[in-house]
């Protein structure tokens, strides 16, 4: 059992193949580098509440009412099945003393900002959060949350880091030093 630091991420990003397109998006210097400090709980939504791999993309639908997580090309909408699972998976998390989440830029479940929202009519209608994340932000207030993408920044993932508690600091290279 390790005794470090643990942080949830998306799967995808330490090399799961769980994407809807049966892909990954392995992030070597999280897996490699921040992983020298954490311990990583993987975590796919999509995944994880039963939707195969792989599966039609999906994107999220606000009718101004509510947002929804919906199959681009069936139409079929997925949200209570992804939130029932949600309901269980935070709970489970908030027994493991997490520290912060790292999610997958630009996905409809785990976007901390930028998933595209479109309205019924299929119009954009902005970026927001993606729907698991939306959730872990109400489940977790107080945790840093970021995308792989806003870890790049060496003053962004060095301000994690810190912020997490997580000793040994000094003992990796940051993307850009």
């Known amino acids: 059992m390790s005794d470090k630091i643990k942080i949830a991420i998306s799967s995808c990003l330490l090399g799961y193949p769980v994407r ?18 954490v311990e ?13 791999v792989p599966r039609e993309p999906m994107q ?3 009718d101004g009412a509510s947002r929804r997580l919906v199959a681009i090309s069936s139409g079929i909408d997925h949200t209570v099945r992804l939130m029932i699972w949600a309901k269980k998976k935070l709970s489970d998390l908030e027994k493991l003393d997490l520290r912060g989440f790292v ?28 729907l698991f994340t939306e959730a872990v932000l109400r489940s977790f207030p107080s945790l840093p949350v970021h995308d792989e993408e806003a870890l790049q920044d060496p003053a962004v993932i060095g301000g994690f880091i810190e912020r997490i508690g997580a000793p040994g600091r000094g003992q990796i290279d940051f993307k850009g030093d």
């Open 20 to 37: 809807y397109d049966g892909g990954h998006r392995l992030d070597p210097y999280l897996r490699d580098k921040l992983g020298q400090l």
């Open 60 to 62: 999220i639908i606000d």
């Open 103 to 130: 999610f997958k830029a630009r996905s409809p479940s785990c976007a901390v900002r930028d998933a595209q929202i479109v309205t019924p009519s299929g119009s954009a209608a902005g970026k927001a959060a993606g």
């Open 40 to 52: 990583w709980v993987p975590v796919c939504p999509e995944a994880e509440c039963g939707l195969p």
